[in-house]
């Protein structure tokens, strides 16, 4: 019996933080949140606004069942709205403009009525209110002590398509309410972060005579053009240090990945396959994982940096085109119906190296372009749906997926 | 315990100000309101709006470009089809001839299913597979350039068979 106890949980300890094993928490059993309003400036229909921004992102942080009505009471009324008597959590806030024009937001959190944290946060515009409500909620959870949700702060760039071969590259936070439109004018595709500041960005230009990757600084706006290539010049990763570069091109009509140091501005040939070899990926700065047609299909490979061995990651699927990695894990796009003459369904799968479970991680429509965050917490992809285009983000240990919607256009790509 | 917090992202965000004009144009604008910039039109010159007329007796750039008759593919496929020999054929004979003196830009274009690199690379095998094709027929080799655009670039929007099949293709752009 002893035995068997002990048997049992080593197999619970060894699957405990398997991101392919389904987390499924009861909604009722994640403790109740309700959130009342105390504002004293601004308009009626920017405090609403606001309130859906800060109960969205309290959802995302998928740590409390969400009340979403919005009540309002004075700042330092003793009571909860009678509504919310029965609450665990209580959130406060109040937002307001000062004497100097700022954007100011104060919060208090109440446990069973009893104030447990509180905080204030200042801004210059309040333009930039989603920000104050992502910090917010990424103070909350800290303040709960769950695992860091810092990707909430990052910035995501992307390229929308808004016309054949025309396009535009936009910044915006994870929930694209606040979007900058960076670069316009031509088609450009494929931006990616380069660097851990997001203050510098590559992306290709493809109208040139051949496709150029180039780099923007944001602080001064100057665009340098790095390489071109004939036929395909893409920018797949970029190093954690940001000194190497895994690229795609086809100097000679044959797309292969190339390992390009930004010291030296020397480039390397990765792999050497006369189909197609594309969408590199650092898994700790020694191995890159890719995506090649090597078996008659697109799918995912690996390979040692240095070695000649390339290793196939996947089997399960007959087309998976693109592939995101981080540590053990991959997120890839596999497509679930393979025939020219009906719309098809692309799914992303979660696949640990290390047990190889798999995990489907969407149900419906086109879902491709999968990132994961640093941290490997969560995936951002992009979704499209019956004509909508949208950004989702799937928080993995919560098994649950948002979908953000693009007001026009189709994302053509991302980075974060 | 109170504290200012002002989010390094937010700061970041607020320094998009003092951008030069560049091309494609860097949006130098510090309102946050996605506020979009006009493109500056004549910088960019595509292969479309880069074509000028010779004006003199023999064919046009633009003529000539307009007798040369994209080749299409099938699902997921790069190598050409047999009943697409004979355009090619004739694709490559006007490039030998007329068209000889331009460089040929062969444009890789796929269907709306996946805007990933790897669709982007099948758009490229599919130019390469053309090009290949041409070099064989005795066009010159150096003469070519490639691009491929992916899922960007439909000539037909509608969600059939048909359209889908039309969007698998290559064009042809002359350069001068």
């Not at chain 1, 395909?232 to 390992?259: E, F, H, N, R």
């Not at chain 2, 047999?82 to 274009?109: C, F, H, P, W």
């Amino acid at each position: 019996m002893k035995i068997l106890y002990t048997l049992f949980l080593l197999i619970s300890l060894s699957f405990a933080g398997d991101a392919t094993i389904e987390v499924i928490k009861k909604v009722e059993s994640l403790p109740s949140l309700a959130v009342e309003e105390s504002s004293t400036s601004y308009d009626d229909t920017f405090k609403l606004k606001f309130f859906k921004s800060l109960i969205a992102d309290l959802n995302v942080i998928s740590i409390f069942n969400v009340d979403r009505h919005y009540r309002q009471v004075d700042f330092d009324a003793s009571d909860v709205v009678v509504e919310n008597k029965d609450m665990k959590y209580v959130l406060r806030y109040q937002v307001f403009e000062d004497d100097s024009g700022y954007f100011n937001a104060k919060i208090k959190l109440l446990k069973e009525s009893q104030e447990v944290m509180n905080k204030s946060y200042k801004i210059k515009k309040k333009d930039f209110y989603m920000f104050i409500a992502h910090a917010i909620a990424y103070d909350i959870n800290e303040f709960m002590g769950e695992p860091s949700v810092a990707w909430m702060k990052r910035k995501v760039i992307f390229s929308r398509v808004v016309a054949p071969r025309k396009s535009e590259l936009v910044i915006s936070d994870y929930t694209l309410s606040y979007q900058h439109i960076v670069v316009t004018g031509g088609f450009n595709v494929f931006p990616k972060w380069a660097n851990k500041a997001q203050n510098k960005f590559y992306y290709t230009s493809l109208d040139g005579a051949k496709p150029s990757l180039k780099k923007v600084d944001i602080k001064t706006g100057k665009t340098q053009t790095i390489l071109s290539s004939d036929g395909m010049m893409i920018c797949s990763d970029v190093s954690d240090d940001g000194t190497k570069l895994l690229l795609t091109m086809a100097p000679k009509g044959q797309p292969d990945i190339y390992l390009y140091k930004t010291n030296t501005r020397k480039y390397s040939k990765v792999t050497n396959y006369s189909g197609i070899d594309v969408n590199g990926q650092f898994v700790n700065n020694e191995e890159v994982v890719f995506i090649s047609n090597r078996l008659g299909y697109p799918n995912v490979f690996s390979k040692k940096l240095g070695s000649r061995d390339v290793e196939q990651l996947i089997y399960y699927g007959k087309s998976n085109a693109a592939c995101s990695a981080n540590n053990e894990y991959i997120v890839y796009k596999s497509r679930e119906s393979s025939n020219a003459f009906t719309k098809n369904t692309f799914n992303l799968h979660l696949i640990s190296r290390k047990t190889d479970f798999i995990r489907r991680l969407t149900a419906t429509g086109v879902n491709e372009f999968p990132r994961f965050s640093k941290d490997g917490d969560a995936i951002l992809f992009i979704k499209n749906y019956k004509a909508q285009s949208s950004i989702g983000i799937i928080r993995l240990n919560h098994n649950k997926n948002y979908l953000f919607p693009l007001k026009y256009g189709k994302v053509q790509s991302l980075d974060w | 315990m109170k504290s200012i917090v002002l989010s390094s992202v937010v700061t970041a965000l607020l320094m998009f100000s003092g951008c030069s004009d560049k091309d494609p144009e860097v949006s130098s604008s510090s309102n946050s309101n996605a506020q979009e910039v006009e493109a500056v039109q004549t910088e960019t010159v595509s292969s479309d709006n880069g074509i000028i007329s010779s004006g003199s007796d023999s064919l046009s750039m633009s003529e000539l470009e307009k007798q040369l008759s994209s080749v299409y593919f099938g699902f997921d496929k790069f190598a050409i089809s047999s009943d697409m020999k004979s355009d090619v054929a004739t694709d490559a004979d006007i490039a030998k001839a007329n068209a000889s003196s331009y460089t040929l830009k062969l444009e890789g274009n796929c269907d709306e299913w996946g805007s990933d690199e790897y669709n982007f690379a099948l758009g490229l095998k599919r130019a390469d597979a053309v090009k290949k094709a041409l070099v064989a027929e005795g066009v010159d080799a150096s003469k070519i350039t490639m691009v491929s655009y992916g899922e960007s670039n439909p000539t037909c929007s509608d969600k059939t068979q048909a359209c889908w099949s039309k969007n698998r293709r290559v064009d042809f752009k002359l350069l001068p």
